[in-house]
C-alpha cells in the first residue's frame, strides 16, 4: 500500500511539472519568434540599404541644392575627363538621345538612376576649369527635375566610382547599353583609352 501511494505522489508530480512546463516552453516559444521576426526586418532593412548605396555618390537622385558646375580632372587610364564640381567623372549613356539638332531624351529612371545618378541642376549650370559652357545646356526629366547635358548628352555619375583615383565606369555595359566617360571636347572617351580596368 506504502507502494502504491508513493508510486501515485510520484506519477502527480509528474503531471504538475508538465503542466507548468508547457506555459514557460509556450512563452519562451513566443519570445523567439517575436525576436526572430525583428531581426529578418533589421536584417532585410541592412540588405535594401546595401543595394542602394555605393561609393561615395548619392545612388538616389535628389533635387538639386543649386546651379551645376562642370570642370576636369585628369583621371588615372583616361586622361582628362568631364568631372562635376566634386570631382566625381561624368558619363554619357548611349541608351540616351543625344540633342543632335533635336532634344535631348534620357532612358536612364528608377533602377538605372540609383546606379547612374543624373547630374541635376537647379539654375543654369556653369562651366569652369576646362569645361566649355557653350557645350553645356539642360533637359527636363519626367519627374520635373533640369538635368545637366553637355554637347547634346544627359550626363551621369557612376555610383561605384570614388572620385576620379577609382573610376569603374568606363566602357560598361549597364541597363541595355554602353556608358562612356566625357572629353571636354564633348566626345566620349573611347575604350581603347583603357590601359587597366583596376
Not at 45 to 67: F, N
Not at 101 to 122: F, H, I, M, N, Q
Not at 165 to 193: C, H, I, N
Request: hydrophobic letters at 35%; glycine letters at 10%; a neutral charge.
Amino acid at each position: 500500500m506504502t507502494h502504491d501511494l508513493t508510486r501515485r505522489e510520484e506519477q502527480r508530480g509528474w503531471r504538475i511539472g508538465f503542466l507548468w512546463a508547457v506555459p514557460i516552453a509556450l512563452v519562451l516559444a513566443v519570445v523567439i519568434a517575436v525576436a526572430s521576426y525583428w531581426y529578418n526586418i533589421g536584417a532585410r532593412d541592412k540588405g535594401m540599404e546595401k543595394t542602394t548605396t555605393y561609393g561615395s555618390v548619392e545612388s538616389t537622385p535628389k533635387e538639386a541644392l543649386g546651379p551645376a558646375i562642370l570642370k576636369t580632372e585628369q583621371v588615372p587610364q583616361y586622361g582628362t575627363v568631364l568631372t562635376d564640381d566634386s570631382g566625381h567623372p561624368l558619363y554619357l549613356f548611349e541608351g540616351d538621345r543625344r540633342a543632335d539638332g533635336g532634344k535631348a531624351v534620357s532612358t536612364c529612371y528608377e533602377d538605372c538612376a540609383k546606379a547612374w545618378p543624373p547630374l541635376l541642376s537647379s539654375g543654369t549650370p556653369r562651366a569652369a576649369a576646362g569645361a566649355k559652357s557653350s557645350l553645356i545646356g539642360t533637359v527636363s526629366r519626367r519627374e520635373g527635375s533640369d538635368q545637366v547635358t553637355y554637347n547634346g548628352w544627359p550626363l551621369y555619375r557612376y555610383a561605384k566610382d570614388v572620385g576620379p583615383q577609382k573610376t569603374v565606369g568606363q566602357d560598361v555595359k549597364d541597363f541595355g547599353a554602353e556608358w562612356y566617360l566625357m572629353k571636354p571636347s564633348g566626345e566620349r572617351v573611347e575604350a581603347s583609352t583603357q590601359t587597366n580596368n583596376g
